[in-house]
């Protein structure tokens, strides 16, 4: 391979751009129509793309090139570095490739066709949050939840060894165990994460106590049971990771007769964003055999971005469809003429944060007045309840977020230890719930991706805390979001165009001019 470090990266990416690009296609075929060739095709991309990150000379080259040419040049130094990181992410010996990708499709058979069993009657995952979301009665729910976790005992061990695999791979190359490598191949300081998560944790325990005695007090009207006598199953779901009903608000009312895909346009045009090209090329609304999702896909770096939506005249499709479209705006403004691995955005967790921003202007009252032509009063008054309910939305999901990072990190600092105990000790310490009496069960392994998705979880934490803090700079520098270009511009500017030439940390810095700072979100909590 060639020593040249500018001809080492225009050669990779000669070769990795179109395994991305047959990838993404595939996908996309694949989520639009749902057919066996299509999916089969992405299984064949997916494993291309795979073979290719994994080419040990590859990595071993690039390792030195990157050590070699250190702040020489910073756009050829970014490169380096995330081709360093591909790279090392699929470092594997193909005998733990195979075995950990068997233990997957197996275990992942098992959660998809797992129907928990109640009287002799088979239920479904949505009948399962059905019934949490909706039942009067604490016997069902009871019947319902425990059922909902024997999944967990049919994965438990495989899972245990699929840790145990994860861990020999990493510490082969160095890392402590997953979790630790997991985080550095992403760019995330483990004792920085921890210490962010431990200010949030202290942060958020105020309100959340405040919150949760409040939902105590509804629940033990609700059920007729004391507080005390309150268990997991009297939550609203199988976590308590989206909270049981509190307030019911009629947001569907102030979008029902309009067409979303219009109000989408408006809300972008308003910032001076474009998306009605992305619009063109994408699949909006429900069809038969069509995945059920949303989801955004940027498939050639060169502004081929599509969306899939299943649009409903409903608050919840109008909130997707920004969110959806926040991915897209953000990959369509970054600098077209960087080069091509750095023509991304920053990190999973800044394109979520964009997307969390765009989704929640469905609870500004601007938007409602602004975009809609809600009256004033009305549009205050029904968001201003909408809106408490989505803070106590974040607040439970954020304690569920601390439930999740800290498990896995005991999990893969120690597969053999009693998890059944560590799990129900993190959920009473963060999310504050009662364990039932006297349970012994793989709890933890109910939860399909502690499996399938290892080290994922604080992302979406991130993303959160991100998007509060750009809206805290969006109110100081445009007053606000809807209806403002210079909001739109300065997003574009600051935020979107640098793409990944700049890593997280130094994006949040130079946009906002702080690190991260769990404050905003916590502060909109409150
Ligand atoms: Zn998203």
Redesign the pocket.
Known sequence: MTRDPAEFVEKITEQARPLEKAFYLAEWDAAVTGSEAAVARVREAQAAHMRFWSDPELFRVAKQLHEAGQAEDPLLNRQLKLICLAAARNQQDEATIQRLSELESGVRRRYYNYRARVDGKELSDNQIDEILKHSQDSTQLQQVWEASKQVGQQVAEDVREMARLRNAAARSQGYRDHFHRSLLLDEIDEQELLALFDDLEQQSREPFTRLKEEIDKILSSRFGVAERQLRPWHYGDRFFQDGPRLEEVDLDSLVADRNIEELAVATYTGLGMDVVSILSRSDLYPRPGKNQHA??IHVDRKGDIRTLNNLQPTHRWAETLL??L??GVYDQYVDASLPWLLRAPAHTFA??AV??LMGSLTFDPEWYNRVIGTREDKARSLTASALRADRAKKLIFTRWCLTMAHFERLFYGDPEADLDTIWWDCVERYQLLQRPEGRQAPDWAAKIHVALVPVYYHNYEL?HLMAAQLRKRLEDEAGGIVGRPAAGRWLIDSVFSPGASLDWRSLIEQATGEPLNPRYFIETLA
């Open positions: 989801f955004c969110h959806e926040g991915h394109t979520e997307a969390i993303g």
